[in-house]
């Protein structure tokens, strides 16, 4: 805390000090990547898990992440009861796929901003991390990828539709910091 005499002002948190890893799952039926009309990977039942990190973000935030994805219920159990299987559970296919995108700022005007993605070899590596973790984390030969920095084409079918946003941070979220004022 400041002393009392000094004047303060609140601020947010600067988006470049927020971890905002993030992943989209899709329940599916299906699904494929293909690039240059050449297949690359496809899953029956499953999880299609788009994933996108961000400057800051650690490995122990993959780990988190990844280890969260594996045990997340999203089917019904043989009973009827809703939510009580994961893609472990159900002995699923899970099609991870680097999508930049979901990092993407668009605040201002109509045109996206992706200041708030990690870039080049650095996202490259904590990406393959995370690949890497949900197949440690599950049977590796269930675990399928895209092809990072690609133009993909992702097909797919839904089921449910089921699709879920899932992310470790921004860490302080909902904090505000105390800035002196000079």
């Known amino acids: 805390m400041p002393p009392d005499d000094e004047k303060t002002t609140t601020s947010f948190l600067d988006v470049s000090l927020l971890s905002l890893i993030s992943t989209i799952l899709q329940r599916v039926l299906s699904a494929s990547v293909t690039v240059d009309k050449q297949l690359i990977s496809s899953i029956g039942k499953g999880v299609l898990v788009f994933a996108a990190v961000a400057p800051g973000d650690t490995r122990k935030e993959v780990e988190q992440l990844a280890a969260k994805i594996l045990k997340m219920k999203m089917w019904d159990g043989e009973d009827g009861s809703r939510w009580k299987n994961s893609v472990q559970d159900i002995k699923g296919e899970i099609l991870c796929v680097s999508q930049f ?21 650095e996202a490259k590596e904590l ?6 973790q949900v197949q440690k984390g599950y049977v590796p030969e269930r675990v399928r990828n895209g092809v990072f920095q690609a133009m993909m084409e992702v097909g797919l079918i839904n089921d449910g539709p089921v699709t879920l946003e899932i992310s470790n941070g921004p860490r302080g979220e909902g904090q505000a910091k105390q800035t002196p004022k000079t």
Do not use: I, N, Q, R
């Open 127 to 132: 990406y393959d991390y995370f690949f890497d």
């Open 101 to 121: 995108t979901l990092l993407a700022s668009t605040k201002k005007g109509s045109k996206p901003d992706f200041h708030g993605a990690m870039g080049g070899e």
